[in-house]
C-alpha cells in the first residue's frame, strides 16, 4: 500500500506554463516535505510544510499543505527548462518500534521543453 | 562543504560475489539511512540507524546488512547479491531523525546492476 501517493506521474509542457502537481493520502502526516531530484543526483529538499493550510513560497514554487494534513501541493509558475526533473513528496511515518521512518511517494516527472 | 559521500558511483558484479557500497557524512549526523529506487516503485527504505550501534530494518531489508561502528560511516552490505538487487541506491543523513525540523542530505546514488 502506498502511503503517499502522487499525481500525475509524468508532466510536459512549454516553458512558460504553469502547472500543479499533488501528493495524497489516507493518513494525516505532522509534516510533509518536497524534494526534486535530477538525472544523475540524489533527491534535494526543497521545503518542509508543517501547519495545516499552510502556504509556502519557493520563487516560482508555491507549496500547500492541506487543512487536514492528508494531502500537499506544488504549484509551478511560468516553468523554465530549469524545473526539468522528478518531483518527490516525503512524510515521517511511525514504526512498529516506536521511531519513524520518512516514507515517499513515488514522484511526478516533469519535463519542460523550451 | 556538507557533503554525503558514496563510493563507487557504478558498479556492474556477478551473482553472489559480496561488496560493500560505502557511505561517509561530514555533518556529525546522527541519523543515517539507506533507500533504493526503482522505476515504478520510488524511493524504498533499506536500513536506518538513529546513532553508533543502533540500526534497524527499514521497508525493504532482506538481502541486506548495514553497520554503524562510528558515527559518519554507514556501509551497506549485500552478502551474496541477486539479480533483483539491481538498482540505484542512496545513502542519507540527517541531524535528528526524520522530524519536520531535520533536512535529510542525500549522497549522488550508486547504481548498481547484479548479472
Known amino acids: 500500500t502506498q502511503l503517499l501517493e502522487q499525481s500525475p506521474q509524468f508532466l510536459s509542457i512549454q516553458e512558460g506554463e504553469n502547472l500543479t502537481v499533488y501528493c495524497n493520502s489516507s493518513?494525516?502526516?505532522?509534516?510533509l516535505q518536497w524534494y526534486r531530484q535530477e538525472p544523475g543526483e540524489g533527491p534535494v529538499l526543497l521545503v518542509t510544510v508543517v501547519t495545516g493550510g499552510e502556504v509556502k513560497k519557493l520563487k516560482r514554487l508555491t507549496f500547500q499543505f492541506g487543512d487536514a494534513r492528508k494531502d500537499s501541493s506544488l504549484h509551478i509558475t511560468a516553468a523554465q527548462p530549469g524545473d526539468t526533473g522528478l518531483y518527490l513528496c516525503a512524510g515521517p511515518y511511525p514504526t512498529q518500534g516506536g521511531s519513524e521512518k520518512l516514507v515517499f511517494g513515488k514522484g511526478t516527472k516533469l519535463t519542460v521543453n523550451p | 562543504e556538507a557533503q554525503v559521500t558514496q563510493n563507487p558511483r557504478y558498479l556492474i558484479t556477478v551473482t553472489g560475489k559480496k561488496l560493500t557500497v560505502t557511505c561517509s557524512q561530514n555533518m556529525n549526523h546522527e541519523y543515517m539511512s539507506w533507500y533504493r529506487q526503482d522505476p515504478g516503485l520510488g524511493l524504498r527504505q533499506i536500513y536506518y540507524?538513529?546513532?553508533?550501534?543502533?540500526?534497524d530494518k527499514g521497508d525493504v531489508p532482506e538481502g541486506y546488512k548495514v553497520s554503524r561502528k562510528e558515527k559518519r560511516n554507514f556501509p551497506l552490505i549485500l552478502e551474496s547479491p541477486s539479480p533483483n538487487q539491481t538498482s540505484l541506491y542512496f545513502c542519507a543523513s540527517s541531524s535528528g531523525g526524520t522530524s519536520a525540523k531535520n533536512i535529510q542530505y542525500f549522497g549522488a546514488g550508486t547504481r548498481l546492476s547484479v548479472l
Open positions: 493518513s494525516v502526516f505532522s509534516s
Open positions: 540507524s538513529m546513532n553508533v550501534e543502533v540500526t
